[in-house]
């Protein structure tokens, strides 16, 4: 009912900057929260950032300061600019958002596919 798509995934060097986007389509009534987490060989999902509809954002500690999560509600699109990345930022990034599906009873918790970062020289 709902399909999400990430891009922008890729190999960069330590310093770099990648920015990720992740467009929403499908039944969707509303999104409340989109968000961004990763996932690292041999560690567990971790969420690395989230912004509600209304602008508000929550960022985990290791990338304040460096990442920067923004959407567009017309677009049902979600970008996360990742500036000064680090090797420790390798991981595989997961696009998520919590959608209300047309004729719906509930919020929905919906992921995409995931798309691979890595920092390395």
């Known amino acids: 009912q709902v399909q999400l798509v990430e891009a922008g995934g890729g190999l960069v060097q330590p310093g770099g900057s990648l920015r990720l986007s992740c467009a929403a389509s499908?039944?969707?009534?509303?999104?409340?929260?989109m968000g961004w987490y990763r996932q690292a060989p041999g560690k567990e999902r971790e969420l690395v950032a989230r912004?509600?509809?209304?602008?508000?954002?929550d960022y985990a500690e290791s990338v304040k300061g460096r990442f920067t999560i923004s959407r567009d509600n017309a677009k049902n699109t979600v970008y996360l600019q990742m500036n000064s990345l680090k090797p420790d930022d390798t991981a595989v990034y997961y696009c998520?958002?919590?959608?209300?599906?047309?004729?719906?009873?509930?919020?929905?918790?919906?992921w995409g596919q995931g798309t691979q970062v890595t920092v390395s020289s």
């Open positions: 998520n958002a919590d959608v209300w599906v047309t004729g719906g009873s509930r919020w929905g918790d919906y």
């Open positions: 499908g039944r969707i009534f509303s999104i409340n929260y």
């Open positions: 912004i509600a509809r209304s602008g508000g954002t």
